[in-house]
């Protein structure tokens, strides 16, 4: 079986880690000249759950997601340095909202598997190491890699070919046509990018620009000993750097350092942090696209015929699937992703529920707006 996989980011080379576990060897494709050029090039990368005080599909597969990254960062640090970290996060409830949610998601048995719990201010702080105002949720098994080497470990087993733009697959009788190989398989996962394939253009994916700082430890801040999460976020140092952000900004696709966005960073990370004896001192920043959904949750499956659906048929094209929409949370959901469309690829079962494999399905789509069509109008 040959597979072709569109995107060197975190969901295509998570792609080609699950694909060459299973003893096959993919193709990667990107237009860029390395792996992990958009934003899985971060420097450093933090990976949480995103959280639910709410079991269901969605916080279910987060929750399991989180689980399957951290066990296999675990075992891929033993002998590769992607700059692993498991020093935990605190997720503060700076307001009576937060306080329920957070206080409701320790109680709900998602995360008992990853030692969540909620504790006061004065306990986050013990933890922290630092003085902080707010409660919180405690994830000890949180923690930070270096997304870029990650992907390069990923890809380890697969051929590259990068400086590849403008890749179209073609659908052929044979397979899927690429500059004249032909592929048994090919596996979207390039972002935002997925709406420039005719086959996925009807997907609401769209891009979200994410921008970050490294600063400088002042004297207190370089006791911080876990990720402190906000809105935005603080980890401790590393490589002499504090990593904080980020911005979320839809529809914005520059990549170019915004100033006031460094600006409102170091103000919001001020603003939540008190008793700080100096300024933070910005060393760098970093921007980088994401990719997000409508709903707010990841897209990964076998890509459904959309001129069939309106014909009434469900059915799929054959040999297409997608990963993308992992949002901020891509170090944990790509990979859970992979396994699902590995195991839709090879006819075993991926290790998360079927009720999870449905809730990512693109199809989801599809099945809303037949359900929107065909509900009575109201009078």
Not at 55 to 82: R, V
Request: hydrophobic residues 40%; glycine residues 10%.
């Amino acid at each position: 079986m040959t597979i072709a996989i569109i995107g060197g980011g975190l969901a295509g080379t998570a792609c080609a880690f699950v694909l060459g576990q299973a003893g096959l060897r993919p193709v990667i494709f990107d237009a860029s000249d390395r792996l992990a050029s958009g934003a899985s090039g971060n420097p450093f990368g933090i990976f949480n759950p995103r959280l639910s005080a709410e079991a269901n599909p969605e916080s279910l597969f987060y929750a399991q997601a989180f689980t399957l990254a951290g066990q296999t960062f675990e075992t891929l640090s033993k002998t590769h340095d992607i700059g692993l970290s498991r020093h935990g996060s605190l997720h503060l409830a700076t307001d009576a909202g937060l306080e329920k949610r957070y206080a409701k998601a320790a109680d709900s048995g998602l995360y008992d598997a990853s030692g969540g719990q909620y504790l006061r201010a004065r306990e986050g702080a013990d933890r922290a190491g630092i003085a902080l105002d707010h409660d919180a949720l405690w994830l000890p098994d949180s923690g930070a890699v270096k997304p870029a080497e990650l992907c390069r470990v990923y890809a380890a087993k697969a051929e590259l070919r990068l400086n590849r733009a403008d890749i179209l697959p073609r659908r052929t009788p044979q397979g899927w046509e690429i500059d004249g190989e032909v592929f048994d398989i090919v596996i979207l996962a390039c972002g935002a990018g997925v709406v420039w394939f005719p086959e996925t253009a009807w997907l609401p994916v769209y891009p979200v620009r994410g921008q970050l700082v490294r600063v400088a430890p002042t004297a207190r801040s370089e006791s911080l000993r876990c990720t402190v999460c906000y809105g935005g976020y603080l980890a401790p140092g590393m490589e002499g750097l504090h990593v904080a952000g980020s911005t979320f900004q839809r529809h914005r696709t520059d990549t170019g350092i915004d100033p006031e966005d460094n600006r409102l960073i170091l103000q919001r990370l001020t603003q939540t942090l008190p008793d700080q004896d100096a300024p933070f001192e910005m060393a760098d920043a970093q921007a980088g696209i994401r990719a997000a959904t409508h709903d707010y949750f990841p897209i990964a499956g076998a890509v459904p015929d959309y001129a069939a659906w309106e014909m009434g048929k469900e059915s799929v094209i054959p040999g297409l699937y997608v990963s993308t929409g992992h949002g901020s949370h891509g170090l944990v959901s790509t990979l859970a992703a992979a396994h699902v469309i590995a195991g839709m690829i090879s006819g075993t079962s991926p290790p998360l529920p079927q009720s999870t494999a449905r809730a990512l399905d693109p199809a989801r789509f599809l099945r809303r707006a037949q359900k929107r069509t065909c509900s009575p109008s109201r009078t």
